[in-house]
């Protein structure tokens, strides 16, 4: 598994919860480290260890915890360029939806060998989409939960009132159904194109 997704667990940990929980699970995951690379593979096994010693030190369902890290990526602070990044993708809520299946490509172009599931989008009705996520085995279970965080904390972006349903696609393929009740519910936050000012408000 990327070092750059082992990474990104630690520092949700480290963030949230602060650094001495975050040693707690790592010594109870039995690390020969503490701390991840984020330009390493890490066997999948070790990951999965240390996302179950999370689950307990946390007291918090996998389900749960994964959608937060979908959540902490877009609003902690420390990801201001992430968040920034991903509000390029449309004017609205609508639009950003439509970006998504480039997502994975777009991840590769910064982190080559970062490969993400293939996204699906669908829309099945007016303001109501089918989003597919194509997990390919057990190392990739649960990207639609962290997905379900990221969606719902670029609603509040974008100021947009959404629904989600989350469940199981055919196979390995876990399904996210969006229902975009008003895409300007709230004056969401500001989002400026460029450094010197120039751009829109969010």
Same mark, same amino acid.
């Given at each position: 598994?990327?070092?750059?997704?082992? %990474?990104? $667990?630690?520092?949700?940990?480290?963030?949230?919860?602060?650094?001495?929980?975050?040693?707690?699970?790592?010594?109870?995951? !039995?690390?020969?480290?503490?701390?991840f690379e984020a330009m390493l593979d890490y066997?999948?096994?070790?990951?999965?260890r240390v996302l179950t010693r999370a689950e307990l030190e946390l007291d918090k369902p996998?389900?749960?915890?994964?959608?937060?890290?979908g959540t902490y990526l877009m609003t902690h602070p420390n990801?201001?360029?992430? %968040?920034? $990044?991903?509000?390029?993708?449309g004017e609205d809520f609508i639009d950003f939806l439509h970006s998504l299946e480039e997502l994975?490509? !777009?991840a590769r172009l910064a982190v080559p060998d970062?490969?993400?599931?293939?996204?699906?989008l669908t829309e099945t009705a007016p303001r109501r989409f089918a989003l597919v996520c194509k997990c390919t085995g057990p190392t990739s279970r649960g990207y639609s939960h962290v997905l379900a965080g990221?969606?719902?904390a670029m609603a509040d972006d974008y100021g947009a009132l959404i629904l989600l349903d989350l469940a199981d696609g055919s196979g390995d393929d876990e399904l996210i159904e969006i229902t975009v009740i008003e895409t300007a519910y709230t004056r969401g936050?500001?989002?400026?194109?460029?450094?010197?000012?120039?751009?829109?408000g969010g």
């Open positions: 598994m990327h070092g750059l997704v082992a %990474r990104t $667990l630690q520092c949700f940990v480290q963030d949230t919860y602060g650094q001495e929980r975050w040693r707690r699970v790592a010594d109870d995951a !039995r690390l020969d480290l503490p701390e066997e999948a096994q070790l990951i999965g996998r389900a749960a915890m994964l959608e937060d890290i990801n201001e360029r992430l %968040r920034r $990044l991903m509000r390029y993708g994975p490509g !777009r970062l490969n993400l599931p293939a996204l699906e990221v969606l719902r936050r500001s989002f400026v194109l460029g450094a010197h000012g120039a751009g829109r």
